[in-house]
Antibody, heavy 118, light 113 residues
Framework: EVQLVESGGGLVQPGGSLRLSCAAS????????MHWVRQAPGKGLVWVSR????????TYADSVKGRFTISRDNAKNTLYLEMNSLRAEDTAVYYC???????????WGQGTLVTVSS | DIVMTQSPDSLAVSLGERATINCRSS????????????LAWYQQKPGQPPKLLIY???TRESGVPDRFSGSGSGTDFTLTITSLQAEDVAVYYC?????????FGGGTKVEIK
């Protein structure tokens, strides 16, 4: 069964840091580009970042550039998102998603909630 | 950035009737070298992640019922649900993958009338 399972979300104070993980199984993780997409409560989907299959090319949305770092460990079939200098507007459910050859998202994880609040 | 604009924000349709959702991009997402439109559609039910329905603007993902269809080219696209079923209640999003940042429409909420 194809599966992506996020973890690492929680409550963090403004200016704090958090590291999200996304564990993949059931497909050839190392062949997929991987992404993080977030969704603020009651709002729409916003792409955050992506990383190529080898982990060498990364791209970020302007809103997180310089604060977030995407990485992956193909030996562990795991994607990461290191989030620093967190702001209230970063509060969202963070989904990891895979893309194969083209940048539509399939599969998706179930998401992990990040809340930035004092 | 390519801005994706969906309309309407919400619509209520009777069971068995047709639902039509529109998506417009601020620039063409048609790649001339392969004549493909870099547009996907997703369905998101409450408390669930999005689910891929359609890619290349009109290619249905495996397992997606054939009452879902996508059409359009260039900057104007449509997702049609013929004969709406109760399980189709959801928010639907379009997404362009022509360029980065990858961008989504604001979503269209489909309800039963």
């Amino acid at each position: 069964e194809v599966q992506l399972v996020e973890s690492g979300g929680g409550l963090v104070q403004p200016g704090g840091s958090l590291r999200l993980s996304c564990a993949a199984s059931g497909f050839t993780f190392s062949s997929y580009w991987m992404h993080w997409v977030r969704q603020a409560p009651g709002k729409g989907l916003v792409w955050v970042s992506r990383i190529d299959s080898d982990g060498k090319i990364t791209t970020y949305a302007d809103s997180v550039k310089g604060r977030f770092t995407i990485s992956r460990d193909n030996a562990k079939n795991t994607l990461y998102l290191e989030m620093n200098s967190l702001r209230a507007e970063d509060t969202a459910v963070y989904y990891c998603g895979g893309s194969y050859r083209q940048n539509w998202f399939d599969p998706w994880g179930q998401g992990t909630l990040v809340t930035v609040s004092s | 950035d390519i801005v994706m604009t969906q309309s309407p924000d919400s619509l209520a349709v009777s069971l068995g009737e047709r639902a039509t959702i529109n998506c417009r991009s601020s620039q063409s997402v048609l790649y001339s070298s392969n004549n493909k439109n870099y547009l996907a559609w997703y369905q998101q039910k409450p408390g669930q992640p999005p689910k891929l329905l359609i890619y290349w603007a009109s290619t249905r993902e495996s397992g997606v019922p054939d009452r879902f269809s996508g059409s359009g080219s260039g900057t104007d696209f449509t997702l049609t649900i013929t004969s709406l079923q109760a399980e189709d209640v959801a928010v639907y999003y379009c997404q362009q993958y022509y360029g980065t940042p990858l961008t989504f429409g604001g979503g269209t909420k489909v309800e039963i009338k």
